[in-house]
């Protein structure tokens, strides 16, 4: 065998080890290796049957996603899991924990399932851009139906042993510690002949109902807008009604390399590492996070009470401090509305939700009850007085070496820092709302922050199941700086004469989760207005500045809160419908400017805002706030509802090409120089024939 498949033979049975870590991933030496071993089960004089599993903690991770865009190497998956299916002697998969993509692919070639309580399955290719390339989408709905196999493949989601059961995937579920016995046990008894189960594969060909597929069809194109993987996946699916195994494969495997080929194949494979590289800092290699055990919040609004809960949910104990205890309690009741909406949401278990409520939380007033926390979050008022204030009292509670983070979304994290007496303890963590629900965590690092404090923010990320990304201090460090560049894009397109309702059109249509009037309608029309009225005393005086959302202000159209913003939000349409008012309103403050409008198309509409994204992300990185490309378009997937499968602003720019970025740009600028000004990475990038990919390579901090 590969020394990442191991075979052992017990009492009659064959036992293959799959250990390929961190996820036992079917690289080329797996995939050798299971060949490999299941002709020598066959061989085997000593071996009745076979059983499959994994070593550690993951079955398979799924397919070796390293590989992807390769050449590819034989032996392929597909063979390998036709092996282990034609196998003269029975195989039985011993699912002992996440088994994912190929992994569970390689589960549906055996003979039999079982697996550990806490296993997991689930067919997430979607996610990549590509469809299930191993035979899922043929033997899945051989096994258990097309209907619940499409609901599996378009949605990536992962089943947990007990649902998978429920469904026939799994013949049975034990207790992990006595999930390989078992399997022994079932293989020997599968050995003598007491049992002959029927591969997947050998089952009769599944069918649906043409009308209902075509609902499927509908709800899936509609669920998954301007994505290509799931609809080919239920072509491969409706392949598996039509033809024989065989054919089957041939037509799934068409289809996977069809989409190995496409740009939203790369993008989503490059958000995948994207997400995992942020993490992957110099500063911090090799620095050992101080552990952690207790969280102390300040401030039980939204925010704080939304990182409370995040705390408590991810086993941490929580003590959240308020000036009253009236507040207190208040946040206490909202944390308890969160717990419950993420028990409803299958995100908590009822008895996690009480222990939290009765051990892990407490709501209480006075500092004092900091005194032991480990990382103190101040989530308070955003002055930067107040803010001070807070950090100056900690000073004189917080234990040594406690981390001191401010929730600030864009105050200066130095300033801050030097309120303190010990400002290297001091950090920025910018959580998003709703703090227990968005992943994106920014880890503002000040210019005395030390390194142990920088780890420890990583490691609070990743238990708290986040992802976290490193930004430097500045006005709204990585995400908000580059969102109110673009934003004002929008305004200007709006006072130009694109009603806000096509920009929103045309920016949905491009992929983005909302336009940017709807996005200041959730938000509230009062908080840009305030984010306006502090700006305007430091804005530069060539920038051009729209005042049209303060209109809506005054007349106390503050958005969905008030049922009314750029939006109307009633009984007819709680989603919001357009505003005839407001285009009154628009056409009103364009005479008053002397703007004659014109139209832009959705396409236009797209290229200013995406341009001037790039070109605001582009400073963003010269200026160091961001360590890498890759870091930015993971902030603007996991906090700006950017397209997953554009893979981000400058992934999506290098793909549209960056001469093509400084062309628009620079046409753009002859209307308004200022805000067009290219950024000067981006023309040295163009002038050299560069990407903003090659920069991904290690962080640039020492
Ligand atoms: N291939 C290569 N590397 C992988 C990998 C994979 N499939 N999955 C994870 N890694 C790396 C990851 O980059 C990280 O590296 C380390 O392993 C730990 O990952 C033919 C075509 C399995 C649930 O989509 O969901 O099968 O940062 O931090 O939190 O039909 O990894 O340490 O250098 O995520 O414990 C389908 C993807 C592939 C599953 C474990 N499978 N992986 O989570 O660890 S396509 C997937 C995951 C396919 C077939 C098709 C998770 C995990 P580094 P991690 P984790």
Redesign the pocket.
Known sequence: MTDTVGYAVRDNVAVITIANP??N??SQQVRTGLMAAIERVEADPEAGAAVITGAG??FV??????E?GKAPLEPY??DVVNRIEECTKPVVAAVNG?A????F?IALGAHVRMAAHTARVG???V??G?????G?TQRLPRLIGVGAAIDIITSGRQLSAQEAKKLGIFDDVVEADDLLNAATAKARSLASGEDSPRPCGQRPRPSIDPKELEAVRKKTAARHKGQIAQLAAIDAVEASTRLDLKDGLVEERSI?LTLMETPQRAALIHA??AE??A??LPEIAGVEPPPFAEIGIIGGGTMGAGIATAAAMAGLSVVLVEREAEFADKARQTIARNLAGAVERNKLSQEAHGRILNERLKTVVGYDALSNADIIIEAVFESMDVKKDVFNRLDTVAKAGATLATNTSYLDVNEIALATGRPQDVLGLHFFSPAHIMRLLEIVVADRTDRRHVARAFALAKRLGKVGVRAGVCDGFIGNRIMSHYRLAADYMMMDGASPYEIDAALTDFGFAMGPFQVADLAGIDIGYAARQRKAATRDPRERSVDFADTLYHKGWLGQKTGRGFYVYDGESPKGRPDPEVLDLLSEARREAGIEPRSFTAGEIQRRYMAAMINEAARVLADGIAQRPSDIDVVLLFGYGFPRWRGGPLHYADAYGLENVLVDIRKFAAEDPFYWSPAVLLEELVAENRSFSGLNDDSQVS
């Not at 590509?130 to 191993?134: T, Y």
């Open positions: 961190p996820v991933a079917t903690r993951i991770g799924g397919a070796d996603i390293t992807f998956l597909p996440a994912l993509g190929g992994g692919e067919l997430p290719e996610t990549l590509l469809i299930p390339g191993a899922g996977f995948f590492f995992r590289r993490a992957q």
